[in-house]
């Protein structure tokens, strides 16, 4: 298999199956290769450096998905994968939802964001500090999608950044039925009911139907 002009192509009998990923972002890459684990290997934009950074103009995590294997997949052979999330918190009319990467302005931070998204949230009771991460993947192949995946988790948030684990929002998102933080929690927990695990369960029950 050639990494380079084949990613997701199928292997070779001592070769693992590679799936690209339309994104930049490690932590999504570091989570995905976890929850999928050994048997496959996941590569992303960072190591093929001769893909475009795919605009994200969609106003659904849905159409922001679809862009981003679309774009990448005309210019790989295979599938690509692409993963867009976010936070939606109700009290903010589910802001900041498909701006979550840049809520605080363009090449902010995670902690800027999350600041943020507290300042306007300062004052609320738990009763209306409900939220939700949401997760679509899509798989496209040649800039056409084949399907897209929906992944939610409930929450609620806290009123402070609690705990140093995962990335982006993790700190202030407590899941329901918990009293810690994804950045309290262990990446176990976390991925056992993650937006993202869930919707890459279908994900994979799609790809092993395909043979
Ligand atoms: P995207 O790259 O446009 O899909 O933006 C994703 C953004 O949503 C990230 O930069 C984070 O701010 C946030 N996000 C997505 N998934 C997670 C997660 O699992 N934990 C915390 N924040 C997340």
């Known amino acids: 298999m050639e990494t380079?002009?084949?990613?997701?192509?199928?292997p070779s009998q001592h070769e693992k199956p590679e799936i690209l990923l339309a994104t930049r972002n490690k932590h999504k890459t570091r989570e995905i290769q976890t929850m999928l684990g050994e048997g496959v290997l996941v590569t992303d934009a960072t190591q093929h450096e001769h893909l475009p950074e795919i605009e994200e103009t969609g106003t659904t995590f849905e159409e922001n998905s679809k862009l981003k294997a679309e774009g990448i997949s005309l210019h790989v052979s295979g599938i690509v994968l692409a993963?867009?999330?976010?936070?939606?918190?109700?009290?903010?009319?589910?802001?900041?939802?498909?701006?979550?990467?840049?809520?605080a302005g363009p090449g902010c931070t995670d902690e800027e964001n999350t600041?943020?998204?507290?300042?306007?949230?300062?004052?609320?009771?738990d009763e209306v500090r409900t939220a939700r991460f949401r997760c679509v993947l899509a798989v496209a192949e040649n800039g056409v999608t084949l399907a897209t995946f929906d992944g939610t988790v409930e929450g609620i948030l806290a009123h402070e950044v609690r705990g140093v684990g995962g990335f982006g929002y993790d700190p202030i998102f407590m899941p329901i039925g918990y009293k810690e933080s994804f950045g309290e929690l262990s990446s176990e927990i976390k991925h056992s009911m993650s937006h993202r695990s869930r919707a890459l369960?279908?994900?994979?029950?799609?790809w092993a139907s395909r043979g």
Do not use: H, I, T
């Open 4 to 10: 380079e002009n084949n990613p997701s192509a199928k």
């Open 83 to 103: 993963d867009d999330s976010g936070l939606e918190v109700d009290a903010l009319g589910k802001e900041p939802g498909v701006y979550s990467a840049r809520y």
């Open 115 to 125: 600041a943020l998204v507290l300042k306007r949230m300062k004052g609320f009771p």
């Open 201 to 206: 369960a279908q994900f994979r029950e799609w």
